[in-house]
């Protein structure tokens, strides 16, 4: 008797760990959220027997969530940082797996009605850091900017403020928005708005064209523009996994690396590594 219900009970820790294997936890980037819930539906549906849960809250978070080991897969809209990875590293033997999945021409965003068609890096610049706070200083109506950007702890965030204001800090009067949603949200309904974000989320609004200096000629963050590398302001998109996949995370990612999978890229409004 006891034989049997020894044997009962290694069948059940085996079938408990075979179902802990198939389930898998993403978490991070909101940029990439829309996209990371179309990879796990579409997944999920071919396949059965694997559970995926995508939450957002942000590249910071999920990275916090990768180094507590509360995540499998953390989303990023911009690298880990060496600090980072040594925390990784402390807890798990291992500074991570970096993993492009996808390309993203990061967008200037403004009103329907604005009548500012481009902007320089340099315009740019000046606005969000408070060097420039009327839209007649940069081709507009006499008109206060409104400027929208992202919260702290977001990917978006940090990439605009290392690439695009190049380190310095973000003015005061920068209203901090949740999520890329809501930034568009804004801007859609604030006709002396700006923001940034995704060209995933670009609805509702007009992207500027942007110029690299102000003799250069503008560009539009579309696929083309950003694989030739001549929009000024195009990233990388990545996931992070503690160590080297296996099992039927290692069998997601390469999916989400295969041609299927890099289809829903292009669908969502990002672009291909492909």
């Given amino acids: 008797m ?10 059940l820790v085996l079938t408990l760990a075979v179902k802990a294997e ?30 995926i849960q995508v939450t957002g809250g942000g590249s910071g978070t999920g990275i916090s969530a990768l180094i507590n080991g509360t995540t499998d897969i953390c989303n990023s809209s911009r690298p880990m940082k060496p600090a980072e990875r040594d925390k990784l590293k402390q807890r798990f033997g291992s500074r991570g797996v970096e993993i492009k999945c996808a390309q993203d021409g990061l967008s200037l965003y403004v009103n329907e009605a604005s009548q500012v068609a481009e902007l ?25 900017i409104i400027v929208y950007g992202r919260e702290n702890n977001s990917g978006t965030y940090v990439y605009f ?49 942007v110029k690299a200096d102000a003799k250069s000629p503008a560009y539009a963050p579309t696929q083309e523009n950003i694989k030739s590398g001549v929009y000024p302001v195009s990233r990388f998109l990545f996931m992070y996994v503690k160590n080297r996949p296996t099992g039927a995370m290692k069998e997601y ?11 829903i890229v292009s ?6 590594i492909r």
């Avoid at 800090?169 to 920068?174: E, Q, R």
């Avoid at 390469?254 to 890099?262: A, K, N, P, R, T």
Wanted: proline share 2%.
């Fill in 2 to 11: 006891k034989n049997i219900l020894a044997a009962v009970s290694a069948l």
């Fill in 22 to 51: 198939d389930k898998i936890t993403v978490k991070g980037s909101d940029t990439m959220v829309i996209l990371a819930q179309r990879w796990a539906e579409r997944y999920m549906t071919a396949h059965k027997d694997v559970s």
């Fill in 120 to 144: 320089s890096m340099q315009q740019i610049k000046d606005i969000y850091t408070g060097k420039v706070m009327n839209w007649k200083d940069v081709g507009g109506p006499d008109q206060r």
């Fill in 161 to 209: 403020k290392d690439n695009v204001l190049e380190g310095e800090d973000f003015a005061a009067t920068v209203q901090s928005m949740p999520g890329t949603a809501a930034v568009v949200n804004a801007v859609s309904k604030d006709k002396s708005g700006i923001g940034y974000g995704g060209a995933a989320y670009g609805k509702g609004i007009r992207e500027v064209k």
């Fill in 253 to 263: 990612i390469d999916w989400i690396l295969s041609e299927e999978g890099q289809k």
């Fill in 267 to 272: 669908e969502v409004g990002y672009f291909p």
